[in-house]
């Protein structure tokens, strides 16, 4: 019997109680559909404490909807997206970018996961002419799919880059939460104040039951969204259920305690599998995830009790992520398990 708590995704954790809780408060009588109810007006408030003022916020049902729908803002089909090659919208969202933006994604080597402003200044050219699509976002994962976190500098010096030359930086943050926590920042200090223009702000990855938003740091990027998110599906009539978890999500600094604790039970796990003979951490722990290389052998086995992805068949890497809700107990059982099982693996 595989225990309930896996290490494959922070997806795969469950709600948060405080979230419940809020849920179960919003479960109270009749509201008005499509965002026009009090609690989209305190979540969309709330969100404007964390990034100021004149931040337009928009909440879609899942990840790729708030990538797309954002690029899909700043582009038109003749534009180009410039973005890591293991980026989330380039492997994992089966196409949906250039679909529904028609542009093309340019992918780019990132080591450790991050762009540098040499790679992105490669990819730079073509200017005006007509038969090159033309440069518009550079498109950056943070905290980035291998673990690792852009620091303040890094990204400021991407925002810079981009907006020198007429561009616009996105931020898949998916676990936006995680790499600010990692970095003792709040939300604005690790985003808009380094020259982000529109973030995809994780709430799923976090606690949340299936909420992500758009913020858009530039108000007038807008014109238009509220018809873009309709026809691309995302528009919740019952939005208070979704509100009332972002909501919660920034009140009390939820999202900073989940995330802390998420990142600390990934250093736990880390400093356990480096006690294991045979297992090398391959990636810095920086955010909530731990990459390592074990016997191909090992996988399956190790599999055939826990969950979990293979990032790299060719080099026999495993990606483990943990979660809001990890327990010291959680990582510690299955670092023994782990180290039982390669025990037996011949080598």
């Known amino acids: 019997m595989k225990p309930s708590r896996s290490f ?6 469950v709600v948060h109680l405080e979230v419940m809780e809020a849920l179960r408060r919003a479960n109270d009588g009749h509201c008005v559909g499509y965002g026009d109810d009090p609690h989209t007006e305190a979540a969309v408030g709330k969100f404007r404490e964390e990034f100021g003022a004149d931040v337009a916020v928009f909440f879609v ?6 990538n797309v729908l954002s690029l ?21 969202e089966c196409g949906a970018p250039e679909k529904f933006t028609g542009c093309k994604l340019v992918p780019l080597p990132a080591p450790g996961g991050k762009l540098t402003l040499d790679t992105v200044a490669h990819a730079y050219h073509g200017i005006g002419d007509q038969h090159h699509v033309q440069p518009r976002v550079i498109s950056i994962t943070q905290s980035t799919e291998m673990g690792s976190v852009y620091r303040p500098a890094e990204v400021e010096a ?3 880059f981009a907006h020198e030359r007429k561009m616009f930086l ?25 020259g982000v223009d529109v973030l995809s702000f994780g709430g799923t990855k976090n606690g949340l039951m299936g909420v992500e938003a758009v913020v858009f740091f530039r108000p007038e990027l807008t014109e238009n969204f509220m018809f873009v998110r309709k026809q691309g599906m995302q528009l919740a009539s019952k939005m208070r259920y979704m509100s009332a978890q972002m909501e919660a999500l920034l009140t009390n600094d939820l999202w900073r305690r989940n995330a802390e604790h998420a ?24 955010a909530n995830g731990v990459f390592a290389q074990i016997p191909r052998e090992a996988i399956r086995k190790i599999q055939e009790r826990y969950f979990f992805y293979v990032w790299s068949e060719e080099e026999s890497v495993v990606r483990w992520m943990c979660s809001f809700d ?5 990582v510690r059982t299955f670092a023994e398990f782990v180290a039982g099982v390669l ?4 080598g």
């Open 8 to 13: 494959a995704s922070d997806n795969n954790a």
């Open 61 to 66: 049902f899942n990840g790729t909807a708030a």
């Open 72 to 92: 899909q803002a700043l582009t038109r089909p003749f534009h180009a997206v410039l973005c890591p090659e293991f980026s989330h919208i380039y492997v994992d």
């Open 158 to 160: 991407v925002a810079r």
């Open 170 to 194: 996105h931020m898949d943050g998916a676990r936006i939460s995680n790499a600010a926590a990692a970095q003792k920042l709040t939300l604005r200090q690790a985003t808009r104040d380094l």
């Open 263 to 286: 990142n600390g039970m990934a250093r736990l796990l880390e400093q356990e599998i480096k006690k294991i003979p045979r297992a090398r951490i391959v990636y810095p722990v920086e």
């Open 326 to 330: 990890t327990t010291e107990d959680d």
């Open 343 to 346: 025990r037996g693996v011949p």
